[in-house]
């Protein structure tokens, strides 16, 4: 059974980099057949795609966050990570990391999320 | 961008009930569309992909139509773990998701 896990840094501050990684087990992050995403869910609000990266490093981010967002791939410890530049207030959130089948896609496992608080 | 507006916003209705929740795109989308399932603190479910398929595991209670702007999930009978939240989410440009619709007990 295919599980990815978030973890990195729960309280950054403002105008800092926000570093997250997202670890896969149970399936090799190097298949063909899927990409790899980050999506967020403000505090009480709805989901927001970041991006996505596939085994190959090619990437495709959410245009509205593109100019902070970087995602990248380590296939020998099968994992993924965000970086989120810049960080206000508003990148506070759930940030989940999900597997999507093929492209265009949607979301089959997602991992628990993990809370990111913007404070100083 | 493609906007999806979800409707309505909270849905109050009893274990028994047939339940549809309705989901618009500002542009077509052909069948592109996936619905999921939210319990609070947990991460999305995945529910229905290609606007009408169920993925594997999700009970035949759920079903969903549509094609183009106009979506359907529907719950067949609510069971009492059916109560959550429901999204659409896009995927024929980049991936957007509705606002969320809030299956409430009466």
């Known amino acids: 059974q295919l599980q990815l896990q978030e973890s990195g840094s729960g309280l950054v501050k403002p105008s800092q980099t926000l570093s997250l990684t997202c670890a896969v087990s149970?399936?090799?992050?190097?298949?063909?057949?899927?990409?790899w995403s980050w999506i967020r869910q403000p505090p009480g609000k709805g989901l927001e795609w970041i991006g996505y990266?596939?085994?190959?490093?090619?990437?495709y981010y959410n245009p509205s966050l593109e100019s902070r967002v970087t995602i990248s791939i380590d296939r020998s410890k099968n994992q993924f990570s965000l970086k989120l530049t810049s960080v206000t207030a508003a990148d506070t959130a759930v940030y989940y990391c999900?597997?999507?089948?093929?492209?265009?896609?949607?979301?089959?496992?997602w991992g628990q999320g993990t809370v990111v608080t913007v404070s100083s | 961008d493609i906007q999806m507006t979800q409707s309505p916003s909270t849905l109050s209705a009893s274990v028994g009930d047939r339940v549809t929740i309705t989901c618009r795109a500002s542009?077509?989308?052909?069948?592109?569309l996936a619905w999921y399932q939210q319990k609070p603190g947990k991460a999305p479910r995945l529910l229905i992909y290609k606007a009408s398929s169920l993925e594997s595991g999700v009970p035949s209670r759920f079903s969903g139509s549509g094609s183009g702007t106009e979506f359907t999930l529907t719950i067949s009978s609510l069971q009492p773990d059916d109560f959550a939240t429901y999204y659409c989410q896009q995927y024929k440009s980049y991936y957007t998701f509705g606002q969320g619709t809030k299956l409430e007990s009466k």
């Open positions: 990266i596939y085994h190959t490093g090619s990437t």
């Open positions: 999900a597997r999507g089948v093929t492209a265009p896609t949607y979301f089959d496992y």
């Open positions: 149970g399936g090799s992050i190097s298949s063909g057949a899927y990409s």
């Open positions: 542009q077509s989308i052909s069948a592109w």
